[in-house]
């Protein structure tokens, strides 16, 4: 008697939803694992241990599985997903890998910066005026079309002018490498973006400016630790910032700090201790006044705490106001912010999935794809994986089909592997 398959959750990680796909194409050929593998020229075992996602297959298996299931490239285009997988769970398992995020490497630079005395330095003002009007047009660019258009021309910015800028105008700096991590997040090298982060906040410390290096503590790093799958490093990372700036902060550096704080509180499914540090989050940004605040925290609003909110509500299985704060901060959201549009779009369909609105769902699914289509950035196609495999369930229904065929064709403008490796 054949063994019971182990059943999947496809929305845990990529390599689940790989491992469902394969089972289902798999089933839908009228193959066993034995023939699936003969065909393969390996052994049955390995499909066993892959479609229940506990082997990580090789590119090589995943293109001959695509070639032999008929997949039309479906497979295929999760390999970017599957190879940033590959350097996650090495860093989970042992501690890290070199090139991956290393939640560990943060710990000496934020004790520097809550020991730091260093006095705050003078930037000339020419020269940070320039920077700075260059730094805001990249930010838009970025938010209208993906890292993958714009980190190349960043990357070339910082290689010839990052020195000259550290000793001219540290805080317009660290705001070149602070966007270069984030579009290195947008890249899928987090290893990538951590470096360029510490790298930043090491400027932030040695100039004496302790609410930028605050926030990169909190947001940049904190938002990252969260993003490769590690709360409890998030959650430290916030509180230390949050004590290490103190009275200092104004209301919306607080209020973003907070934030994290509380998707931390989420993900280990602290309910109480969420909604503490959300309510907290909100009054601080109520009492906001963008002309008081410094210009790199300016751009947190209410869509933002929306979109925070929506996250914390769907990580808690609360998907009514998941729901109604995704939408909420999509109608709210600028028009030029197309990537935000598109995870939020895609936390509402998953959240919907959950909920068994398969229709509005579907609906909710077709505006995250076309936003999503209309960015080159590896994090959103990403987001538009982990939502297919919430509506995989529901694979029988023709609306789901047609939602699903409708992001396949679409995906190859979506996932460009070679966004996986910018330069550095």
Known sequence: MGQTPKDLQPTRSVLHFLGAEIR????????????LGKALFVHKDLIRRVEAAERTPSDDLVEQCDATLGANGRLHRLLPMLQRERVLRPARDVGGAASGFRSEATDRPVLDWLLSTAPVRRSDAADQHAAADQLRV????????GAGLTYPGLARTLAE??????????????????????????????????????????????AGDRLY??????????????????????????????RGIGTAATPAIRAACRTV?????????????CAAALLLAERDLARSRRSEEPSWIAYFG??????????????????????REAAQAVAALEPHRIRRKAIDSALSTASLARSRQVDHACAMARQAIDHATAISSFRSAHRIV???AELQPYSDQPEVRDVVEYAHTRLPVLVNPAMTSPPS
Do not use: K, W
């Open 138 to 145: 990249l930010r838009e660019a970025d938010h209208r079309h």
């Open 302 to 323: 209410e869509a933002d705490l929306g979109d925070e909110r929506a996250h914390c509500f769907f990580d808690l299985g609360l998907h009514a106001p998941a729901q």
């Open 261 to 273: 704080l509380a998707r931390a509180h989420a993900r280990r499914g602290e309910r109480v201790a």
């Open 24 to 35: 289902r194409l798999r089933l839908g050929a009228g193959m066993s694992q034995a023939d």
């Open 386 to 388: 982990l939502m297919l």
């Open 161 to 206: 002018s990052l020195e000259a800028l550290t000793r001219c105008a540290p805080q317009v700096a660290v705001g070149y490498l602070e966007l270069a991590g984030y579009e290195a997040v947008d890249l899928g090298n987090d290893g990538m973006a951590q470096q360029r982060y510490l790298r930043a906040l090491e400027i932030a410390t040695g």
């Open 213 to 242: 290096g605050g926030y990169l503590i909190a947001v940049s790093l904190g938002h990252l630790a969260l993003h490769c799958g590690d709360p409890e490093q998030a959650a430290r990372l916030a509180r230390a910032s949050l």
